[in-house]
């Protein structure tokens, strides 16, 4: 992270690249009117708190201005991470770090200043001016939800223009204990496999049944509710259940995505979208 002590970029002009090898210039789909449905509409008494916390977290930027993106590797993929702890913003063009500071007011009005950034030589198509002249345009911003349910963050200029849009993989859901109830559609009875999921840092541990087991957790900014589970490690413990575990770490390794499944249940889906594993919800009392 870079301080605001840090070189600080001030641009008034947004710039509009054309013919860029990453963008397309159009609108998508998602950010038509039509297709997106507010959250939150109407203030209330915590209306301003409501607004911090729909905020909060780490964005994948779709559009900038009129140009959408496309063809950048997942690693490269820009984003917004806003921590209302702090304050401040953290995130990438492609090519350059930056930071700064933000504040939420009534009416969704919002406010980034103290924009600072690294000053890396960039390919002559990157982000890096677009983006920057867009955050420090910024007036106000909406929180909806497209028709496939993801989450968009739609960043507006104080002279009400749409300078900036952005996702976030909704898995927040999938935080906490889980009952492992089904894997590869078959059915199992197992009371150790259980798994414990930790968003926010990207980690997974728990029981694949007869050992205990962590691993990582990373997302696909192109892909709704995106989820892999990679460089899973267990203890070497030799157990009956051995042939379930073993079952239990493959279809783990096959997850791209993750979905609600009732009030009490998720699924994990590989490429093809079969259910690899079924989990249900556990509480306090389970343990």
């Known amino acids: 992270m870079i301080k605001s002590s840090n070189i600080i970029v001030l641009i008034g002009i947004v710039a509009v690249l054309s013919g860029c090898s990453l963008f397309k210039k159009e609108v998508p789909v998602a950010e038509q009117p039509g297709n997106t449905m507010p959250l939150y509409s109407t203030p209330v008494a915590d209306a301003t708190?409501?607004?911090?916390?729909?905020?909060?977290?780490?964005?994948?930027?779709?559009?900038?201005?009129?140009?959408?993106?496309?063809?950048?590797?997942?690693?490269?993929?820009?984003?917004?991470?806003?921590?209302?702890?702090?304050?401040?913003?953290?995130?990438?063009?492609?090519?350059?770090?930056?930071?700064?500071?933000?504040k939420i007011s009534e009416n969704q009005i919002l406010l980034l200043s103290n924009v600072a950034s690294t000053?890396?030589?960039?390919?002559?198509?990157?982000?890096?001016?677009?983006?920057?002249?867009?955050?420090?345009?910024?007036?106000?911003?909406?929180?909806?939800?497209?028709?496939?349910?993801?989450?968009?963050?739609?960043?507006?200029?104080?002279?009400?223009?749409?300078?900036m849009t952005l996702s976030k993989s909704d898995i927040d859901f999938l935080n906490g204990a889980w009952q492992v109830v089904?894997?590869?559609?078959?059915?199992?009875?197992?009371?150790?496999?259980?798994?414990?999921?930790?968003?926010?840092?990207?980690?997974?541990?728990?029981?694949?049944?007869c050992n205990a087991l962590k691993g990582e957790l990373s997302r696909n900014p192109k892909v709704e509710n995106s989820l892999q589970i990679s460089n899973i490690i267990t203890t070497l413990r030799s157990c009956p259940n051995l042939a379930t575990e073993s079952a239990l770490l493959i279809a783990l390794e096959e997850v791209v995505a993750a979905n609600i499944d009732g009030k009490e249940h998720v699924k994990l889906?590989?490429?093809?979208?079969?259910?690899?594993?079924?989990?249900?919800?556990?509480s306090r009392s389970d343990f």
């Open 119 to 163: 000053m890396r030589l960039c390919e002559s198509d990157s982000l890096s001016f677009p983006m920057q002249s867009a955050l420090n345009s910024v007036g106000s911003f909406t929180v909806s939800k497209n028709q496939v349910g993801s989450t968009l963050l739609t960043l507006i200029s104080r002279n009400d223009k749409v300078v």
């Open 269 to 282: 889906v590989d490429a093809s979208g079969n259910t690899t594993v079924r989990l249900k919800r556990l």
């Open 182 to 209: 089904q894997i590869n559609g078959k059915s199992i009875d197992v009371a150790e496999a259980r798994l414990i999921f930790d968003v926010i840092d990207g980690r997974i541990s728990g029981n694949a049944g």
């Open 49 to 102: 708190k409501t607004a911090v916390n729909a905020i909060a977290g780490k964005w994948f930027v779709r559009t900038v201005g009129t140009m959408t993106l496309s063809g950048i590797e997942d690693e490269d993929w820009p984003y917004l991470d806003f921590v209302p702890s702090e304050g401040r913003f953290y995130g990438s063009d492609g090519c350059n770090v930056l930071n700064g500071e933000y």
